[in-house]
Nanobody, 123 residues
Framework: VQLQASGGGLVQAGDSLRLSCATS????????VGWFRQAPGKEREFVAT????????NYIDSVKGRFTISRDNAKKTVYLQMNSLKPEDTAVYYC?????????????????WGQGTQVTVSS
């Protein structure tokens, strides 16, 4: 299984970005794709997850109402639409895949990881 994250960039506070995570390789009929982020000097943090098969989604409280995770099954791509971005959203964003439908918020549960994409939000 391979994941390719893209869509990061430098934006101003209040702007929007859409991250993409393209998946390839052999997966199960139900699996979870999560987005995590890591800011300099901080631990990796769960952002959102979505489960293929039942559509379950979950978000960290700080992004609820601003970020939306979605998927396009035909394109095997998961998106993270980020609106009303804040400087504290600045981080490297990673997508990850767990071959179960648990929709976990714990990075230890995700076996496959894409490379990160940098999101920088200026004030």
């Amino acid at each position: 299984v391979q994941l390719q994250a893209s869509g990061g960039g430098l934006v101003q506070a209040g702007d929007s970005l859409r991250l993409s995570c393209a998946t390839s390789g052999r997966t199960s009929s139900r699996y979870s794709v999560g987005w995590f982020r890591q800011a300099p000097g901080k631990e990796r943090e769960f952002v959102a997850t979505i489960v293929k098969g039942n559509g379950y989604t979950n978000y960290i409280d700080s992004v609820k109402g601003r970020f939306t995770i979605s998927r396009d099954n035909a394109k095997k791509t998961v998106y993270l639409q980020m609106n009303s971005l804040k400087p504290e959203d600045t981080a490297v964003y990673y997508c990850a895949l767990d071959l179960t439908s648990r929709g976990s918020k714990w990075f230890e549960d995700y076996k496959y990881w894409g490379q990160g994409t940098q999101v920088t939000v200026s004030s």
